[in-house]
């Protein structure tokens, strides 16, 4: 299956804890930590929620 690679940009304070918590089901908890996932729909609606704080590539 394919992978997709998230770096963290933005920054998880003054957020949401369900947005925290997202993050660190990602696997970031810090600014610009990157993170390589399988692409599944699971971690797609996880990136979806959190979408204004991480950049996704292929």
Do not use: W
């Not at 920054?11 to 925290?20: E, K």
């Not at 993170?35 to 979408?51: A, C, F, H, W």
């Amino acid at each position: 299956m394919a992978t997709i690679k998230i770096t963290q940009t933005g920054s998880p304070i003054r957020r949401t804890s369900d947005q925290r918590a997202t993050l660190i089901g990602l696997g970031l908890n810090k600014m610009h930590r990157v993170s390589e996932l399988e692409d599944t729909p699971e971690v797609r609606g996880m990136i979806r929620k959190v979408r204004h704080m991480v950049q996704v590539e292929g």
